[in-house]
């Protein structure tokens, strides 16, 4: 046992080297002499050096496209101060790991399987597809249905609507479809109409539309590119208010939980309106309406809309946005509950850019790096408080 604690502190030195820079040739071969004698060293050595190494500067590289645009508040600078002591952390567990590890399968099968535990992964695609007849579907299965002269399938990962025949017969029946928390969908309505809808979303739309108006009814967040038809305008319908095209790109968030409606044009011109108050308000490219669905309140603005987009394109775009609304954004993608332990810390504000698709923790990561906030997941709670 002796020989293997000399061996594991041995090792553990060589692999310190190795990730600060300054392993000699000698040291390098005897490193990989060490990895190939069998397969459990190689296994360790890769869980226990490779990954952290590549996990820290992977968070590197988040950061630096964080901060292209505007970055986030002062993590550059902060960056630069822990990056050493970061980096020395991740040696000195790696050390104190692999000198107990070594000669030890449980230790070892132990560290793989904790690896993987406790994860709260991003959303993917999932959706359940109503019909007009009440049937079910999921959309995480391929489907293939026929409803009149409309064929439904999903064989993309996208649902599309499709006619089967040139029979101008139309009789409208509805289908809903339903995005849960942890979700996102996209779909191509009969008339050639593009929907991305994000996630904890709901869109009930006909199958096929008839002669008059294109009228879906949205609840929760959605991007359209509107198929053109000047002799068919399209409407989106949200709780209190609608917003109407001919034909043009434009995005739509429309939570029951928020007070306010947003819509933002990309492309083309829309005009929205509130059933209840009455204003109404036409948009040009890169306007923003907001209203309150509650005082009735509505302002217009400029802003960028790949802000307001990107989740489509399966991104995080934070622009001087609150805490509060950031979290609001995580819950519904990873299906987490949010819980503030401190009211202060809601109104703090982060800027930057990241992917949509990793895990929460590196996320969370990231906005800990600015020393304001720190999180602590439970189950699935996310527990927020100030530092």
Excluded: C
């Amino acid at each position: 046992m002796k020989e293997d604690l000399n061996s594991g502190f041995k090792i553990a030195d060589l692999i310190v080297k190795r990730l600060e820079g300054r392993l000699s040739d000698e040291e390098s071969q005897y490193l990989n002499n060490w990895k190939n004698e069998k397969e459990e060293n190689l296994a360790l050595f890769h869980s226990l050096s490779q990954s952290p190494e590549k996990q820290y500067f992977d968070r590197e590289l988040k950061l630096e496209k964080a901060n292209k645009a505007a970055g986030w508040d002062k993590i550059q600078s902060k960056i630069r101060k822990d990056k050493v002591r970061k980096l020395r952390l991740n040696v000195m567990r790696i050390a104190a790991v692999l000198i107990i590890a070594i000669g030890t399968t449980f230790f070892f099968s132990t560290l793989i399987d904790q690896s993987s535990d406790g994860l709260i992964n991003p959303g993917r695609h999932q959706a359940v597809l109503i019909t007009s007849d009440g049937e079910q579907y999921q959309l995480d299965e391929e489907i293939t249905l026929s409803e009149g002269d409309v064929v439904i399938s999903n064989s993309t990962k996208e649902l599309i609507y499709q006619k089967r025949s040139d029979n101008n017969k139309t009789q409208l029946t509805y289908n809903t479809i339903i995005i849960p928390k942890g979700g996102e969908y996209k779909l191509t309505l009969m008339d050639g109409t593009r929907i991305w809808l994000n996630s904890n979303s709901k869109l009930r739309f006909p199958s096929e539309f008839g002669s008059g108006v294109r009228k879906v009814d949205l609840e929760g967040e959605g991007y359209f590119e509107v198929a053109k038809d000047p002799a068919h305008p399209f409407v989106v319908d949200v709780n209190k208010a609608q917003v109407k095209v001919l034909g043009t790109s434009f995005n739509v968030n429309a939570y029951p939980d928020l007070n306010e409606i947003v819509t933002t044009l990309v492309e083309g011109k829309v005009e929205v309106r509130d059933t209840i108050f009455g204003s109404k308000d036409q948009l040009m490219p890169n306007d923003q309406y907001l209203f309150n669905r509650v005082t009735g309140k509505a302002k217009k603005h400029v802003v960028d809309t790949d802000v307001f987009t990107a989740w489509k394109d399966g991104r995080f775009v934070f622009e001087d946005e609150s805490l509060e609304k950031i979290m609001m954004r995580l819950s519904r993608w990873y299906d987490v509950e949010i819980i503030f332990l401190n009211e202060s810390v809601r109104d703090l504000r982060f800027t930057g850019d990241l992917t949509r698709y990793d895990n929460i923790d590196q996320i969370l990561e990231l906005i800990e790096l600015t020393k304001k906030v720190k999180f602590t997941i439970k189950d699935r709670s996310l527990l927020v408080e100030e530092v």
